[in-house]
């Protein structure tokens, strides 16, 4: 799938000054593709990516995605809040995300797309029929089942929206178990770490409890 033909700069600060000449109005969007893997393990990283295709006639001003964790309050991505009492920071990670991510597909370097707003992403104008591959690139940090929700939008001063084929604002979940059981490998032939088959790993589980 192509990657999105930005027009403009990644977004950086939500300021409302900064975008107070952000066109208004509905743009046509739809999303072709949500990927996230979704069975995890602790201390992997992996990748989400989100395809979304401006299926308008008009130029996005500004493709945003905004990402949450509903129903565990954090104001941050990819992040829960610790009820508990007199923590500096209960803002607490579930994933981290890595240095330079998010960005589009084929994006060298850094990929610049934070806000103001840390759950949103912004990855600047979108043409007409163009799409935009954006790849968050995480390492999961906190076993647990968990719904991770995506929210696409067509600006960052509000006034912007992203609307489908049914005209309502594109969202989505995507669920994801994080265990907190590491994968067995071993090193091959070629002096690489892969992982082992079932049946291997099944043997080596085996051989431990039977051993004295």
Do not use: H
């Amino acid at each position: 799938m192509a990657s999105a033909a930005i027009l403009a700069g990644c977004g950086g600060g939500g300021d409302s000054n900064q975008f107070a000449n952000e066109p208004s109005g509905d743009y046509s969007v739809e999303v072709v593709d949500a990927e996230f893997p979704a069975s995890q393990v602790i201390a992997r990283t992996y990748d989400m990516k989100l395809s979304v295709k401006n299926t308008g006639d008009e130029t996005i001003p500004n493709i945003a995605t905004s990402i949450a964790l509903p129903g565990l309050g954090s104001t941050l991505a990819f992040a829960y809040r610790d009820p508990q009492e007199g923590l500096a920071q209960p803002q607490r990670p579930i994933w981290v995300l890595e240095e330079g991510f998010p960005k589009l597909a084929g994006t060298v370097g850094r990929g610049g797309a934070a806000t103001s707003n840390r759950r949103t992403f912004a990855f600047g104008e979108l043409a007409p029929g163009e799409v935009a591959d954006m790849i968050w690139q995480v390492t999961a940090v906190r076993p647990g089942n968990y719904k991770l929700a995506y929210t696409i939008a067509a600006g960052l001063s509000g006034e912007a929206n992203a609307v489908n084929a049914a005209g309502d604002a594109p969202i989505g979940l995507l669920p994801a178990r994080i265990s907190d059981k590491p994968i067995l490998t071993e090193v091959d032939d070629n002096g690489n770490v892969v992982p082992l088959d079932r049946s291997e790993q099944l043997r080596l589980k085996i051989q431990e409890a039977e051993s004295p």
